[in-house]
């Protein structure tokens, strides 16, 4: 089985196999690998060239003959099968019925393996005109046909994207895009709670296009600028610009929120949420805890916890511990109605920064 760095990187070099199996959560890393092969394997013709087979309509051995038919439009050929159900893991309602299903389902699962094998044999090592491209978001890895496909094809597992490898796939992304992306900008998106590829995608097309042709950087402030992403994303410029004393951005931060009509309730609580986190880094930092631990006992984001942690090293504990019972008392106003919530969220931000430059 390979990774999709490995698939990828076999594909640009020319090394093609006769079969692949494309699975996993990211159908994004999917859709790459096939529009690869189109470009390296196909060239000419890439949608003349491509057949696209719903698996559960048509069965393996039906597949495999129309691999074996001689294209009609051009030399090669790309025969994608979406969501085989001869290599998908079984069902809950399957597995509950085990007995009745098993000895069944092993005759098929023999029959398609042994089918798989003969086709394998009639390519006796040749690379064919049409290389076959099973789809399926999950496979059952003890299945003898998932092994065979593994021998003699290539299995990749296109999983969910995290952290560093998250991080550097975006920094290719933008320079498939002919621009360069910065750390601190990669880091605003990785704060998102949408951590899709499309959407990530979707984002670096925008920024790409907005910035001049003269601009090869997209920079933190292109990202604040354009961002269409979540709340908690959004709020953390407004708690960067308070940790680094700068007053009049986190109020400008703040107000172009409300220019954008979000609620100033759930702001108020991603603010509360934010200095929570915040006194707890602190003191986990103090405790003389490394950034993994400090990640997996806040439970955020790796992100999150490492900007957490940089701005908890730069702030004093007693001055975090004030702000909260601030926000805590701020909060009884708001719910007594004392206070109303957008007054509220402007006094508290003033309040914080006037702590934190105290403290500085």
């Known amino acids: 089985m390979q990774t999709f760095q490995v698939a990828r990187r076999e ?33 000419q013709n890439p949608e003349l060239s491509c057949e696209i087979i719903d698996g559960r309509e048509q069965d393996l051995q039906l597949v495999l003959s129309r691999a074996e038919e001689r294209a009609i439009f051009s030399e090669r050929r790309l025969l994608i099968v979406g969501n085989p159900p001869y290599l998908a893991p079984p069902r809950k309602t399957e597995i509950q019925k085990k007995e009745e299903v098993s000895e069944n389902r092993q005759e098929i699962e023999q029959a398609g393996a042994e089918i ?19 789809q399926s978001p999950g496979v059952d890895r003890r299945k003898r046909i998932f092994k065979t496909i593994d021998q003699a094809g290539t299995a990749v597992e296109c999983a969910v994207l995290r952290g560093d490898e998250l991080a550097s796939w975006i920094s290719r992304k933008a320079e498939s895009l002919g621009k360069k992306i910065e750390r601190s900008a990669v880091d605003r998106l990785l704060m998102s709670d949408n951590q899709s590829l499309h959407f990530f995608s979707n984002e670096l097309d925008k920024y790409a296009t907005y910035i001049s042709e003269k601009e090869k950087a997209i920079t933190d402030s292109t990202v604040d600028l354009l961002f269409a992403g979540d709340l908690e994303s ?14 009049d951005r986190a109020q400008a931060q703040l107000e172009r929120l409300l220019g954008r009509r979000e609620k100033p309730l759930p702001i108020f609580f991603m603010l509360v949420r934010h200095y929570r986190l915040l006194l707890q880094a602190c003191c986990l930092v103090e405790e003389g805890l490394p950034l993994t631990e400090i990640t997996s006992t806040l439970a955020v984001h790796p992100f999150v916890a490492r900007k957490l942690r940089d701005q908890a090293t730069k702030l004093d504990r007693v001055m975090l511990e004030d702000i ?29 920064g006037y702590r934190q430059n105290k403290a500085s």
């Open 234 to 247: 959004t709020v953390f410029k407004l708690t960067d610009a308070l940790a680094e004393g700068d007053h």
């Open 116 to 134: 798989l094998a003969e086709y394998f044999k009639r390519l006796d090592s040749k690379l064919p005109d049409t290389i076959i491209i099973f």
């Open 324 to 352: 909260y019972i601030d926000l805590q008392k701020t909060d009884l106003q708001i719910k007594t109605g004392i206070l109303d919530p957008v007054e509220a969220l402007r006094l508290i931000i003033s309040r914080i």
């Open 11 to 43: 594909i640009e070099t020319g090394k093609f196999a006769p079969l692949y199996l494309l699975f996993g959560e990211e159908s994004y890393l999917q859709e790459e690998l096939i529009n690869l092969l189109k470009q390296k394997f196909l060239k």
